[in-house]
């Protein structure tokens, strides 16, 4: 099977949902609000009696009491759109949950038309009743807007009679102050509409979320069986695929594992074949085998545009024409999802590993059914060896696989002493960084963050620094990936957060408390070490103001919410400033915006080298500047490399700046220098 997650509800279905949502919640808030409507009149005509208009009073009450029974005559009316029990189509559905809104709206509208005749009991607003009245409608009509969030017509429909009743007769009565307060009570009701529209706009919002979860809930539960039911067909079928016929990952690793063993007999290993086998094939040559990993590449946009099924008949056909180019006596399998392997000898074969490679390529780049030409195209990672085990052979063909994808489509490559050396360094790094750790070698160096003039220190950015002894500089994203690989990750994050403790309170110490120290926090420090402990207790033993600390959480964060938003809520509360980096190229929405906390986005850098001279880098920067300004969220662009860069930002109204441009990484000490001779400058200038 193709597996791939399924999609959220359409846009009109999730519309309907929605709907639905609001017509419950509406049913529900008005049980609540109309028995206190009916109180709420029930004084008023109390009032009404005690000043004399005991019949118009009584009048008033009573029509505003049969409509308000005939509001809650229609909440408690079934809809059967409502009840899990009654099958209905979703354009039955939609139709009956629309009628319902629509008979309360019309309900509210007639109970506002009784309140409407309220002045009636003061004297067209000219008794001394006047303003209390007015007080009771004003209260009357803000909960109807607390309790109809779900659907704005509805308390619109019944708070604009009453309200344009009193301005009315306010105005009709004269006298500066009834203007004035004419007046009000309009800008009330303007008020009131648009909190009513802004209500309702939330309430579709977490409504959405809502739907849109319980949607990929129910997705990944199918998910979930599906691939139980599978894996109790793969365990009957043992060793093939059922969707391509090849051979799946158990039977590969059981063929390979016996074609390996066979290669590693005839080289002349003794603790696999006796001596005297060993004499009888001493004129054998032995046979290397060379494996094959294969990834499709433009395979998810299949999925996305055509579908799972056309998904799958892709990959069939993948497998069709993988098999009929391969020589006789090659394994091929499908290791799962778009991943293919082959293992085969070069030399019997009579083909070399990089003329079939290319055949493969060419195999998959030919046009299929239904597929724009050129959609699909296939890498390949080789390792070509007579040694080693079929674990140690994968892990070379699957570096030498992510390499060739990192060289774009329908590449090849052969794994060599350069993905050697990355693989032993990746080795080395997990198994040396916790004495790195110990002795202090893992540093921290800052890259300043400046504000609006391009000079202003604003913040400073902790970025991690290693010197392995043996490969130099290790890349900040790859000590990251050590640690977490060898249980490091909090020992990691402690060290980081120690130095930029200490970069605090040298700002403390020249007086530069606004200035802020961001220290990077990776999805996974999020979600498994208490994050938010460590800061806050490290923070309140060295007797540091949390406000002086950012932490900066990629958009990767926004996939498990759930893990982290309670630590972010600490650090929030304590303080502590929230920014989220990489901003557009991840997973962010506004819910996740709101969800983590975030007081500052960092525009990533792929948007801003380069900006002035690309009209589409520019639309994207100005929307995130908008996306900020809207939502109250500072936004820093980073990556500025040229001055032109950097007026262009100025130009779009960007506030704060990051880039080699302005300030490149530099040491604690270098900072303190920097710091240093700025205040003496300022001494000097005073």
């Not at 308390?155 to 203007?179: E, K, N």
Request: some cysteine; aromatic content about 6%; glycine content about 8%.
């Amino acid at each position: 099977m193709n597996d791939r997650p399924r999609s959220v509800p359409s846009p009109s279905d999730l519309d309907r949902l929605i709907r639905r949502d609001q017509l419950a919640a509406l049913r529900l808030s008005m049980s609540t609000a109309i028995p206190i409507n009916m109180a709420l009149g029930l004084v008023g005509m109390i009032v009404a009696i005690h000043a004399g208009q005991g019949a118009v009073g009584a009048t008033w009450f009573a029509a505003s009491t049969a409509a308000n029974l005939l509001r809650l005559a229609l909440c408690r009316v079934p809809c059967a759109a409502l009840s899990p029990r009654t099958a209905l189509s979703a354009e039955a559905a939609a139709h009956s949950v629309d009628r319902h809104l629509r008979l309360v709206w019309m309900a509210a509208w007639l109970s506002g038309l009784v309140w409407a005749f309220l002045p009636a009991l003061c004297a067209g607003c000219t008794a001394a009743q006047t303003v209390f009245y007015l007080t009771l409608t004003c209260g009357t009509t803000a909960g109807a807007v607390t309790y109809g969030t779900a659907f704005a017509r509805m308390p619109i429909g019944f708070f604009t009679p009453p309200l344009l009743s009193f301005a009315g007769c306010l105005l009709v009565a004269g006298g500066f102050d009834r203007i004035c307060l004419a007046a009000t009570v309009l800008l009330y009701l303007a008020a009131m509409i648009r909190g009513a529209f802004l209500c309702e706009a939330g309430f579709r919002e977490a409504s959405r979320l809502k739907n849109e979860a319980s949607a990929l809930a129910q997705s990944r539960m199918e998910a979930h069986a599906s691939a139980s039911a599978l894996a109790l067909e793969m365990a009957r079928r043992a060793t093939h695929d059922d969707l391509t016929g090849l051979l799946n990952r158990a039977g590969f690793q059981q063929d390979a594992d016996a074609a390996l063993r066979g290669e590693a007999a005839l080289r002349g290993d003794g603790a696999l074949r006796g001596e005297a086998a060993l004499r009888d094939d001493a004129a054998v040559e032995p046979v290397a085998h060379c494996l094959m990993l294969l990834d499709l590449d433009g395979f998810k946009s299949v999925n996305d545009v055509h579908g799972h099924t056309m998904g799958d008949r892709v990959l069939a056909e993948v497998a069709r024409r993988m098999a009929a180019a391969l020589p006789p006596g090659s394994l091929a399998a499908r290791l799962g999802g778009d991943e293919f392997a082959v293992l085969y000898a070069p030399a019997p074969a009579g083909i070399a590993q990089d003329v079939l490679a290319a055949r493969l390529i060419g195999a998959v780049a030919e046009p299929f059914e239904s597929l724009d030409a050129g959609r699909l195209g296939i890498s390949i990672g080789i390792h070509q060896g007579d040694a080693g085990s079929l674990t140690h052979r994968l892990s070379c063909a699957d570096e030498a696989l992510y390499a060739a994808k990192g060289a774009g489509r329908n590449r090849a490559r052969l794994f060599d002493e350069c993905l050697r050396d990355r693989m032993e360094t990746r080795r080395d790094s997990e198994r040396d960084l916790s004495q790195a750790l110990a002795e202090g070698v893992v540093t921290v160096c800052f890259q300043p963050i400046f504000g609006r003039d391009g000079r202003t220190l604003v913040s400073l950015e902790a970025l991690v620094r290693w010197n392995h002894p043996r490969h130099g500089w290790i890349p900040p994203a790859d000590v990251v990936a050590a640690a977490a690989t060898a249980g490091l990750t909090e020992s990691l994050l402690r060290a980081i957060l120690e130095q930029a403790c200490a970069m605090v309170a040298t700002l403390c110490r020249h007086g530069l408390e606004t200035v802020q120290v961001a220290l990077n926090v990776s999805p996974r420090e999020m979600a498994q070490i208490a994050v938010d402990e460590i800061v806050l207790g490290r923070l309140a033993a060295l007797g540091l103001p949390p406000r002086m600390l950012e932490i900066e959480i990629t958009e990767e964060t926004a996939l498990d919410i759930g893990a982290v938003q309670a630590k972010l809520t600490a650090l929030a509360e304590a303080g502590i400033r929230v920014t989220l980096d990489d901003f557009g190229i991840g997973y962010s929405s506004l819910a996740s915006l709101r969800q983590l906390q975030a007081h500052r986005i960092k525009i990533d850098r792929s948007f801003v080298t380069g900006l002035t001279g690309s009209d589409d880098k520019c639309g994207l920067v100005q929307a995130v500047l908008a996306l900020g300004r809207w939502l109250d969220i500072e936004v820093v662009a980073e990556g500025v490399e040229t001055a032109d860069d950097l007026a262009t930002l100025q130009a779009f109204g960007c506030t704060l700046f990051q880039g080699y441009h302005l300030g490149r990484p530099m040491s604690a000490e270098a900072v303190a220098d920097l710091l240093a001779s700025q205040a003496g400058a300022r001494m000097a200038a005073a």
